[in-house]
């Protein structure tokens, strides 16, 4: 606090170009102005402001050392800001920017835990359809958070945390296949198919295994909405294909299985987290750690 008092008693000096017009707003003495200024230029070793009859004005290593001591300033009002948000003391919004399967099955438990921890905080939950949508809301500001799969190398952002899932066969507990440990892509093809459409970054690595596995599977729904693929799986006795992030809440609820299958053995999806670059507010921070968590969790 002494420092910081010292460094605006320099910088109101140096607006107003007088130690007594510097003192009537900061509310304090002029002598102490005076004094606390005195005392830094005999540390330093050099005046940093010209006497005039009327005015008080920068010297040269005055006009070196303003820059650092606004730049310091500036600082020390965003680190404030930043305590005052994780104290609780303002509301503070947040937006996240999402693909929708991660909406109605990952990401409501976390956003439970940190409502109720910041309940003054409001948060935006964006639902985006591709990845290079979630990662351009990040980039221009519209969002504070992206989290989604498989995002491409971007110099404005940062990745917060990644976490790896393998696509496999998701049906429900009481499908004929549910009990095996693994199972190939010829046993899913005489049961009706919920497959990802072309929109999607599942599709591709299906192509590719069926396609390996000389398979032409012939799909009852193809859909880019994985809400769809999950309740399919449900309603219908469907198998589809998904990675253990997208149906993490169906399978703690008993209501889908997720079973590995040889020929995606390989075929793998990153779940990612990103953030600006030049950083987020100190409450983003807070529910991106939350998030990373969940992530960590989900992926064990």
Partial sequence: MLHSRLLNYVDEVARTGSIRK???????AASAISRQILALETEIGTPLFQRLPRKLVLTAAGEVLIGHIRQTLKDLSRARDKIEELKGLRRGEITVAMMSGLASNLVPGTVKQFRAANPRVVLHLTLLTTGEDIQSAVATGEADLGIGFDFTKDGNLKTLARAVGRLGATMAPNHPLAK???????????????????????????????????????????????????????????????TPFD?????????????????????????????????????ASVLAEMLKTMMREASA
């Fill in 180 to 242: 095996r440990s693994q199972i190939r892509l010829s046993d899913c093809v005489d049961y009706p198919l919920v497959i990802a459409d072309q929109s999607t970054a599942i599709r591709p690595y299906l192509d590719t295994a069926f396609a390996r596995a000389a398979l032409e599977p012939q799909a009852a729904i193809q859909t880019n909405a994985i809400e769809i693929m999950r309740n399919a799986a449900i309603v219908d006795n469907a198998i589809t294909f998904l």
């Fill in 247 to 283: 149906i993490e809440f169906e399978r703690r609820a008993g209501r889908l299985v997720y079973i590995p299958v040889r020929e995606l053995a390989q075929e793998t999806q990153t779940l990612m987290l990103v953030g600006h670059q030049r950083g987020t507010s100190a409450i």
């Fill in 22 to 28: 510097a003192a009537s707003h900061l509310n304090v």
